[in-house]
């Protein structure tokens, strides 16, 4: 059974901090990791994805992915309010699986 | 681009009632996914298909669960009958790429169907 595994939070963070977002994994095959944010009552939608160990950066966003420790992270730079919302981690394994998904994190930026 | 379209967008029944779900995701799009989102929790995948096959359907409860993909388009997703753990938010979501080139290929989700089970 593959898990990921996210705290739920709430995390809160000052407006124009960085926000910090962390995720594990079970299936050590996973190859493809995703981030998506969740506004209350809509659908996931994709902000990032990793494939390779290292750093990915796009815009204030940047993911790490760490294969050997099965850890993902997102950083979130220059926090805004409309940042507040649910980030979930996804994972997909070594064949052609649909997403696995963590519970989600919770993210509250506070003005 | 039309995204993912998803019908009705809420629905509430009684437990033992019987109700059905249709996706029509993006134009192109090979690969179409049924995930159940229950309240707090993540999205957790039902049903997978390509084109009008089914690739995994391993987490499907198919003693109340069932659903098809006719033509390879537009999809369908049944309950019956209805329980009252079934409440949750169905999601359908497609992505262009068939196989494993899917693995790595954008999922786009449409808006939902809140299903309420009494």
């Known amino acids: 059974q593959k898990e990921v595994e996210q705290n739920s939070g709430p995390l809160s963070v000052p407006e124009g901090a960085i926000a910090s977002l962390n995720c594990t994994y079970s299936d050590r095959g996973s190859q493809s990791f995703f981030w998506y944010r969740q506004y209350s009552g809509k659908s996931p939608e994709l902000i990032m994805s990793i494939y390779s160990n290292g750093d990915k950066e796009d815009g204030r966003f940047t993911a790490q992915l760490n294969k050997a420790s099965q850890y993902v992270s997102l950083l979130i730079r220059d926090s805004q309010p409309s940042d507040s919302a649910t980030y979930l981690c996804a994972v997909i394994g070594g064949g052609a699986d649909g997403l696995t998904f963590g519970k989600g994190t919770h993210l509250i930026i506070q003005p | 681009e039309a995204g993912v379209a998803q019908s009705p967008r809420y629905k509430i029944i009684e437990k033992r009632q019987s109700v059905a779900f249709w996706c029509n995701p993006i134009s192109g799009h090979a690969t179409l996914y049924w995930y159940q989102q229950i309240l707090g929790q993540g999205p957790k995948l039902l049903i997978q298909f390509q084109n009008n096959g089914v690739v995994d359907d391993s987490q499907l409860p198919k003693d109340r669960f069932s659903a098809e993909r006719l033509k390879g388009v537009d999809s369908t997703l049944k309950i019956q009958p209805a329980k009252l753990e079934d409440s949750a938010v169905y999601l359908c979501?497609?992505?262009?790429?068939?196989?494993?080139?899917?693995?790595?290929?954008?999922?786009?989700f449409g808006p939902g169907t809140r299903l309420t089970v009494l």
């Open positions: 979501a497609s992505s262009l790429e068939l196989g494993l080139a899917a693995s790595t290929d954008t999922q786009y």
